[in-house]
């Protein structure tokens, strides 16, 4: 591992140290940036989140962006366009509440919207905006409980929410890089509220993903979009 210092810090960085942002971040040494954690630093340009037990993750725009590109999607056929109602005539206004690791967030930049993505961990969120430097997309990404920032915004025409989902059984665990998000993250326990206040807020419906072996989280969606390993509940608003 090279031992880069502050020196070689994107902006970004320097000013969630410097409380220049909506947090701040307490630097133990000049390579790491978390005190919570053992577990940001930034090394050859990148920014990673390391795991003690299980390994480091950064997130990669531009692979995922080249492999959605590959695919050639049938807007009509895919569940997840036909759950947000993306034809591909006009743009719709979309916000993405749970931005994560981006890839829902590019998938739908990639469908056709003009999308804005939340993140409220702060972890998280740096390691967005560092994958947005290396490789900038053209959607708004705002750190930052989307319930709290949503409040005093106009409204979207549709809200997407992809809340954690509870650990599975040991025998069935997920992949690694889905086990360091976890434990970068943690859980969502408001989802029920959430998707109460997203239904107030968006004017055209409500998009929640789930596990295909899950209940809903609020019963009774109007459709229910199926995909290999997902289903997504749409909730209209009337
Ligand atoms: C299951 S992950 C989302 C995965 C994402 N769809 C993807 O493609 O990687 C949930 C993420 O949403 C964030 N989150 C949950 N509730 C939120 C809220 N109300 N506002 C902003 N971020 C939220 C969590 O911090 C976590 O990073």
Redesign the pocket.
Same mark, same amino acid.
């Given at each position: 591992m090279s031992d880069e210092g502050k020196d070689s810090w994107p902006s970004f960085i320097q000013d969630a140290v410097n409380d220049k942002n909506h947090f701040s971040l307490i630097v133990e040494s000049e390579r790491k940036l978390c005190d919570l954690c053992d577990y940001l630093y930034f090394r050859d340009n990148v920014l990673y989140f390391h795991s003690n037990e299980l390994g480091e993750m950064s997130f990669n725009f531009e692979e995922i962006l080249r492999y959605h590109q590959r695919q050639n999607y049938a807007l009509s056929k895919e569940p997840l366009a036909k759950a947000l109602a993306i034809k591909g005539e006009t743009k719709r206004i979309i916000w993405d509440? *749970?931005?994560? *690791?981006?890839?829902? &967030?590019l998938l739908i930049h990639h469908f056709g919207a003009t999308l804005t993505s939340?993140?409220? &961990?702060p972890a998280?969120f740096l390691l967005l905006k560092d994958a947005l430097r290396r490789f900038p997309v053209n959607f708004n990404l705002v750190y930052?409980?989307?319930?709290l920032i949503g409040d005093s915004s106009s409204r979207p025409e549709v809200i997407y929410y992809?809340?954690?989902?509870p650990t599975k059984k040991k025998s069935a665990l997920a992949r690694k890089e889905m086990r360091i998000f976890k434990e970068m993250?943690g859980s969502?326990p408001d989802s029920l509220e959430?998707l109460e206040w997203a239904m107030t807020k968006a004017t055209e419906r409500v998009v929640v993903?789930r596990p295909l072996e899950a209940d809903p989280i609020k019963a009774n969606p109007t459709v229910s979009y199926t995909g290999k390993s997902t289903r997504y509940d749409m909730y209209k608003i009337f």
């Open positions: 509440a *749970t931005c994560g *690791t981006g890839k829902d &967030s939340f993140e409220r &961990s998280v930052g409980d989307a319930r992809d809340p954690m989902y993250v969502d959430f993903k």
